[in-house]
């Protein structure tokens, strides 16, 4: 009977947490189709004129297209600089590998209000102020971390046999590393890829400190619409970007399988 | 070039990892066409004496020779070498032709080329109808033999095989070496396996290099070696033996008198009197009863394990020796557990080692 009971109660738990993180997703799905300024249940009909409004926001496309570009820059440089420090703590002989990962993972525990002002300040102190590139790198600060932390956990299963195989094949060595390691750890970077480019996107807490009047993400300008005009276009924004994720996701999993995308171990 | 002239050639190659000496001056040629073994304890060196012939490892000084070419300073990619690796080390974003058409694609050859010698390669290895699978998808035994396929399929001047078998499980890893030995042979491969398994040594090489703390031991026929093993290190690491220390009384015609804890007994060497030794013999050597000049032991039967063709009897003779018998059913009873027996051995089939060499 203790079992039976214990098995409704946690399947009661999973189905109780599940709608309580899916429906408000839902709900703003629902409300960017609002006929009226103001949502309202029961829904009255249905329009889409919420979506056409969106390209017609003040500011909107200089924001989408500064959140783009730096979380693609970002996540870009991320790749690189994660994948060859993945490969220092997992390769290299280094006395403190271990410290040197956990410092490299550390921002992910940070809280990103407490980065933005260190940041904020540090940047302050050296005379670094232009905009743009602050915020770059302090994207990079938040990026780095998923992409050290997915390569590291991906080639700590990565045989480097396979390169000295490449090599004794007829390969040189910066051959084998992009004819071999590349390709077998190309999941591992879509992983890291999709992690990245998602935290930069929707970052809003260390973006907050280091944007000025024309320098805004669209986070912030989207937090700032609200303020000002709280009707469904903001919904019909936010449906875009949920789909868009879905999307990224969806087509992922696909090609690497959601067990590898759920966490960064077996 | 003749099948007796040298292929490779190793000639005083040394490495040193820190205060550590893996390989110390190894001399090693090997004919074309041969399969040699190298086969040793682990941390012995035989896998740095393999990867210093494929070019992963530098050695600090000596030379390597391959097909008439000097390639000490050559780098992997240009040695051609074909190399098995323990893990198999296949490509898991190729396909089994993909990974087997690699070495070819990196040579340049043309596509139609590559694709007649994926389909000889594979049919080589009896895996033809798996061309397409992905790696992920196939057993152990089956990646094993797309591993060789693969380094077959470049028509190396020297295959290396490391640990290549060890993955398998017994009943399989035995048929792949009467398998692979017979498909080497076929090829006319020359080859060089690293293993810590005798019998994989013995089965599959024409001569075995035993190794022991970066030096060869003894190179040899398979036969030479279970017969006339040249150290005690030799005698234990291939077979087994009965080993009885003692102490030289006589010496004279490449023969010694030894007194034991058991007795005196004769053995074959060269020693001073005086000489602390290892006498030795192998089990099938010993056969119950007395015989003429032979020497002999007795003590009680302290285990029987039988082994279908053979009986192994281990005797306690007393004094913490004991004697080690491999008794076939013919030639008499096979003894009971705590039986008293005498147990005898040619003179001509007994050895003596000096006994610091004792590991």
Redesign the interface.
Known sequence: MMTRTAIIVCWVMAIGLALFLVVPLLVIAAASFSPTPVFDLPLTGASTRWYGRIARLDGFWPSLLLSLQIALFSTAISLVCGTLAAIAIARGKLPGAGIFATALVSPLMMPGLVLGIALLQGFRAVGFTAPWATLLVAHLVITLPYVARTMIAGLARFDFTLIEAARTLGCTYPGSVLRVMVPALAPSFLIAGIFSFLASFDNYPVSIFLADVRTKTLPIRMLQYIEEAPDPTLAALSTLILAGTVILLVVSDRVVGLHRMAGTSD | MSESSPHLVVRGVSKRYGPTTVLDHIDLTIRRGELVTLLGPSGCGKTTLLRAI???VQPDTGKVELAGRDITNV?????N???V?Q?Y?????LTVAGNVA??LK??GMARREIDIAVERALALVKLGHLAGRRISALSGGQQQRVALA?AIA?EPDVLLFDEALSALDRKLREEMQVELRRLLQDVKATAIFVTHDQDEALTMSDRVAVMNKGRIEQLAEPRELYLRPASLFALNFVGLSTRIAGTVLAAGNGKVDVETRVGRLSALGNFQAGSPVIVAARPEQLRLGEQGEANSAAGRVRSVVFQGSRTLVEVDAGAGESLLAELSGRDGAIPRLHDEIRLSWPVAETFAFPMEAQA
């Open positions: 494929a070019g992963l780098p992997p990619h240009k040695r070498v074909g190399v690796f893990s080390a296949l490509f898991p974003h690699f070495g990196v040579r693969r470049v």
